[in-house]
């Protein structure tokens, strides 16, 4: 009997050393999943000060966001724009610069819990809530992971308040729910030379849209290049330069918020 109890004790004693192992071990994951996810593509500097030096626009950045506002003109339009994984959030500034300086635009661009858009897919509401005052007609949107947030956010909201979509390097998953709704604005646009959002992949997806969803291909642009911040894994070189890949982008998307 004592030999029993004393093997019982031993595989008790056996379980809960793995037990602990295991927890040690998924702590040091988490552990290494955060430093990993707090380390995120950071702007250009260039790029970034010819964000904030462009006439007639205003970069604002602050602990909660990066607005990127019109001064030419009162912002008629508003987008919130769900960056790219482990992006930060200036890293957008430039191409949306572009925009504000051809629009009348206020684009919000949060920051995320730990760099990733998934952990907070409705921060639109929060973002439109504080940044909303004299814009009528909001647009959410996003850059690759954001951007397919973002199409989540919008499942199921039926409300007046958002009008439309801004996908960029992006698509919208069949359990977004946008199929059917006509009732909103979509734009995609995605890079000939995309190595993570391939063209093949977001053409897979359209039907996701709604079937009045503008779609346009920028040839030899690559993921990183809707973005400044450098080369990124898993990417394709790039076919055209920062610049041109970005007045192109900055072209169609404009034209789409100006409607």
């Known amino acids: 009997m004592k030999k029993k109890n004393r093997e019982r004790g031993r595989a008790t004693k056996a379980l809960g050393i793995t037990a602990l192992a295991l927890a040690l071990l998924l702590v040091l994951a988490a552990g290494g999943f955060a430093v990993w996810a707090l380390n995120p593509y950071q702007a250009q500097p260039r790029a970034l000060w010819e964000a904030v030096a462009t006439p007639g626009v205003e970069v604002a950045a602050s602990d909660d ?12 339009a508003g987008v919130v724009f769900y960056p790219g994984a482990r992006v930060a959030p200036e890293a957008y500034a430039a191409p949306w610069a572009l925009i504000a300086a051809d629009s009348a635009v206020r684009v919000v661009i949060p920051r995320m819990p730990l760099n990733f858009a998934v952990f907070d897919t409705d921060r639109a509401d929060r973002a439109i809530a504080d940044h909303g005052d004299g814009v009528d007609a909001w647009y959410v949107g996003g850059h690759s992971l954001g951007g397919a947030m973002a199409a989540s956010h919008l499942g199921g909201r039926t409300d007046d308040t958002v009008v439309g979509l801004v996908l960029w390097g992006s698509y919208a998953t069949e359990g977004a729910g946008l199929a059917e709704r006509e009732d909103l604005a979509v734009i995609s646009v995605s890079g000939g030379r995309d190595g993570l959002s391939d063209p093949a992949t977001v053409e897979e997806n359209r039907a996701n849209l709604p079937p009045g969803a503008h779609t346009h291909r920028i040839q030899g642009m690559n993921h990183a290049q809707f973005g400044a911040y450098g080369p990124q894994e898993g ?7 920062d610049a041109e890949a970005h007045r192109r982008l900055a ?9």
């Open 65 to 76: 966001a990066v607005v990127v506002t019109s001064t030419h003109a009162p912002p008629e």
């Open 235 to 241: 990417d394709l070189p790039a076919d055209i330069g």
């Open 251 to 259: 072209a169609v998307t404009a034209d789409f918020l100006d409607g």
